[in-house]
């Protein structure tokens, strides 16, 4: 069984950092893209950042020269380094990953969200 632990939410004030991290366990073969999404109270959730097997990275255009996508595939971990943070980054955040188990099947998998809270 596969499953992914996130860390590193917390509260921060306005204009600082916070490194966010998902790890990945269990039977795994490969992890191809991983992702991190946020969810603000009240809204929908949206894609933040995306990292894929290359290391080729995609952010959200509110986060861009903020946020860094990073991952260590020995650890099988995807990194969220958040920089200058503001009021409006204030949400839960979740990792998502694309993964082949060791039976060779893919599937989506979800972590279980880590709140961040940007105070003015």
């Known amino acids: 069984q596969v499953q992914l632990v996130e860390s590193g939410g917390g509260l921060v004030q306005a204009g600082g950092s916070l490194r966010l991290s998902c790890a990945a366990s269990g039977r795994i073969f490969n992890i191809q893209n991983m992702d991190w999404y946020r969810q603000a109270a009240g809204k929908q959730r949206l894609l933040v950042a995306t990292?894929?097997?290359?290391?080729?990275?995609n952010y959200a255009d509110s986060v861009k020269g903020r946020f860094t996508i990073s991952r260590d595939d020995a650890k099988n971990t995807v990194y969220l380094q958040m920089n200058n943070l503001k009021p409006e980054d204030t949400a839960v955040y979740y990792c998502r990953a694309g993964i082949t188990d060791s039976g060779r099947y893919f599937a989506p998998y979800w972590g279980q969200g880590t709140q961040v809270t940007v105070s003015s």
């Open positions: 990292i894929t097997s290359a290391e080729t990275t």
